[in-house]
């Protein structure tokens, strides 16, 4: 008889799993256990995080769902295999004392999680285990989407083209897995999930979010996306109108497939009604696949600017702007309502995140990093690829990347997608007495207004931390004299175009 193991990881589901349907078809049982790694863990800056209770609560539904499945006459069943520390030692550890003859695992793209996996894989293989993973958190992957001439895209546009070339009805077919359940291992007795308080985390604010988890959560969020899906291409931009599908975090930790998140885009925009907004809805599933793509080929963008040159940007040292930001103290109301959502819930509407973002870099220019760093501790949805790609996006200084000279004015961003300023009442509730004219630059309104709507600024709410028009200038001087730098570095032979200079500088123009 043989055996397999299924690592699971961000693919916390038992539907359309790709490694778990392998192992089924080619094993005569099967053994399912996910990892609580510390190597992770560990790393977290709080012991209350609404990413594990998430993770802690779709593991359940997916212990009780693969028993349901396998449920045999007797009243056993299988069931989730969960270990507490390295992922590494604990997967080799199961490995051996279940007698399995191949881990299969589905592929991860984020450089610590290749070389995680490749150490495993060299120790199953000293044991003569095999190692085997398969793509399944992405459409198309590596090198199934290249240009003419065999290399990786950088810009989308062309990527997004090929992608939709690319794709057919087999990419998004389900892998079925319940036919082949009776092959699921029992789950011994004694096994039992861990606890939160066991893993050292409390319990987060998350219950009392509208987030459902798990794979009953996915499936009923994205019923309600299925309803307004034509709609999305109007509604997306607006952060107090319901025009999202709100799966980003589902499509992080697995609990949804994103062969049936694109399988319904293209359902929806081949019907001949409202298609328009299921194309732009699948646009950002291949902006997905993009980064991740962006990620395999080009590791160095975790840490440096994807186009080296703009690693000679001298971004400010301004820790006075750093805290402002990061306590949503700026002095404009988007922004400011943008980040309390982020810190209250987890969660940051897309458009917004381009705005904050924007704003970090472009007004008071601070290095990229720093904003990516924040967003990767706060955000449920935090996936390294896609955040990494947004935050370069609007820095300017990565692939297929908003122009440097483009810079949002977040006054007019918030008049534009916030007209009425629902969503800053919402999360700068000492702003809402001012009429909505006033509601995006509060210091625009006279004293009498403010007065009246019981604001005062530098008291109630701050004034803007620094001028727009003023920044913008300082911006264009900033990315100017870098590429500057760098081309004429280039040619003298200082310093190559692809070595990366990373320069600090004061915050003197903001004071003058």
Not at 74 to 98: E, F, K, P, Y
Not at 185 to 200: F, M, Q, S, V
Not at 274 to 288: I, P
Not at 339 to 357: C, E, F, I, P
Request: glycine share 6%; aromatic share 10%.
């Amino acid at each position: 008889m043989t055996s397999a193991l299924v690592w699971f990881r961000r693919d916390l589901r038992c539907h359309d799993h790709a490694a778990l349907h392998h192992a089924l078809r080619t094993a005569d049982q099967v053994h399912c256990a996910f990892v609580f790694d510390t190597d992770i863990l560990d790393a977290l800056p709080s012991r209350c995080d609404r990413r594990v209770d998430f993770i802690h609560a779709s593991l359940q539904e997916l212990d009780s769902a693969l028993n349901h499945l396998s449920r045999a006459a007797d009243g056993t069943g299988s069931g989730m295999l969960v270990r507490h520390g390295r992922a590494i030692d604990h997967i080799v550890q199961l490995a051996l004392s279940l007698g399995v003859s191949q881990v299969c695992a589905n592929r991860d793209y984020e450089p610590d999680a290749i070389a995680r996996d490749r150490a495993v894989a060299e120790q199953l293989a000293a044991h003569g285990i095999g190692w085997i993973d398969f793509k399944d958190q992405v459409v198309l992957e590596q090198n199934e989407v290249l240009t003419q001439a065999g290399t990786a895209f950088s810009v989308f546009t062309p990527y997004r083209s090929a992608w939709l070339k690319r794709l057919d009805a087999f990419q998004l077919q389900p892998y079925p897995i319940a036919k082949y359940a009776a092959r699921l291992a029992l789950k011994p007795a004694r096994e039992a999930l861990i606890p939160l308080a066991a893993l050292g985390f409390t319990p987060s604010n998350l219950a009392d979010l509208p987030m459902p988890t798990g794979m009953q959560g996915g499936r009923q969020l994205l019923a309600d996306f299925a309803q307004r899906i034509d709609g999305y291409r109007e509604a997306r931009d607006f952060p107090a109108r319901k025009g999202v599908s709100y799966l980003s975090v589902h499509l992080r930790f697995g609990t949804v497939s994103v062969r049936e998140l694109a399988a319904l885009a293209e359902q929806h925009k081949n019907a001949g009604h409202g298609g328009e907004g299921a194309a732009t809805w699948l646009s950002e599933l291949v902006w997905r696949d993009f980064y991740q793509m962006i990620l395999w080929h080009h590791p160095h963008v975790v840490t440096q600017a994807f186009k080296p040159a703009y690693d000679h940007i001298a971004w400010d040292d301004a820790p006075e702007l750093w805290a402002a930001w990061c306590q949503a103290h700026t002095g404009y109301p988007l922004v400011d309502a943008a980040l309390r959502q982020l810190h209250q819930t987890g969660y940051m509407h897309n458009r917004l995140r381009m705005v904050v973002a924007s704003f970090l870099t472009k007004d008071l220019g601070i290095d990229w990093r720093r904003g990516e760093r924040h967003f990767a501790q706060h955000l449920n949805d935090y996936d390294l690829a896609a955040n990494n790609g947004g935050w370069q996006w609007a820095a300017s200084t990565g692939c297929d990347a908003q122009p440097w000279f483009r810079i949002f004015n977040p006054t007019t961003q918030s008049q534009k997608f916030d007209p009425q300023g629902r969503f800053i009442r919402r999360y700068v509730p000492e702003l809402a007495g001012l009429p909505d004219k006033y509601l995006h630059a509060p210091t625009s309104a006279s004293a009498a207004v403010l007065a009246q709507a019981g604001v005062r600024i530098g008291v109630d709410y701050p004034a803007p931390v620094v001028d727009h028009a003023q920044a913008r200038q300082r911006t264009l001087m900033r990315f100017g004299f870098a590429a500057a730098e760098a081309k004429a570095q280039a040619q003298t032979g200082q310093i190559p175009a692809s070595s990366p200079t990373a320069k600090k500088s004061n915050n003197s123009l903001f004071n003058s």
